[in-house]
């Protein structure tokens, strides 16, 4: 079992910065690589970023490509999120996840939400205009 617990959430206005964090415990050595997911309310939950454990790639949605940057530190067994420029279409709750090793390669799958076998119980992202 890995154990997830984020932080950082909060209210930011409009072109502000927030940053999240994820600590991970438990049996992090089957960890492949993290997510970071958000969900709105009423809609889906969508891929906003992800980080092999590693620390050697990185990717992200579109829509926060250049605001957003995940990172990570293996020794704390930590992944942040680093939410630069917010904009009024950001606010959602925010959640990390964690992928184990698998058959079909984290380059293809690390978008999907099925590709995570444990997940954070999430941080609320609140930007004003």
């Known amino acids: 079992q890995v154990q997830l617990v984020e932080s950082g959430g909060g209210l930011v206005q409009a072109g502000d910065s927030l940053s999240l964090s994820c600590a991970a415990s438990?049996?992090?050595?089957?960890?492949?690589?993290m997510g970071w997911f958000r969900q709105a309310p009423g809609k889906e939950r969508e891929f906003v970023a992800a980080?092999?454990?590693?620390?050697?790639?990185?990717y992200y949605a579109d829509s926060v490509k250049g605001r957003f940057t995940s990172s990570g530190d293996n020794a704390k067994k930590t992944v942040s999120l680093q939410m630069n420029s917010l904009k009024p279409e950001d606010p959602a709750d925010y959640y990390c996840?964690?992928?184990?090793?698998?058959?079909?390669?984290?380059?293809?799958?690390?978008?999907?939400?099925?590709?995570?076998?444990?997940w954070g119980q999430g941080t609320q992202v609140t930007v004003s205009s």
């Open positions: 996840a964690a992928a184990p090793t698998a058959p079909r390669p984290y380059t293809v799958t690390y978008y999907l939400a099925s590709r995570y076998n444990y």
């Open positions: 438990g049996r992090t050595f089957s960890i492949y690589g």
């Open positions: 980080i092999t454990w590693s620390g050697g790639s990185t």
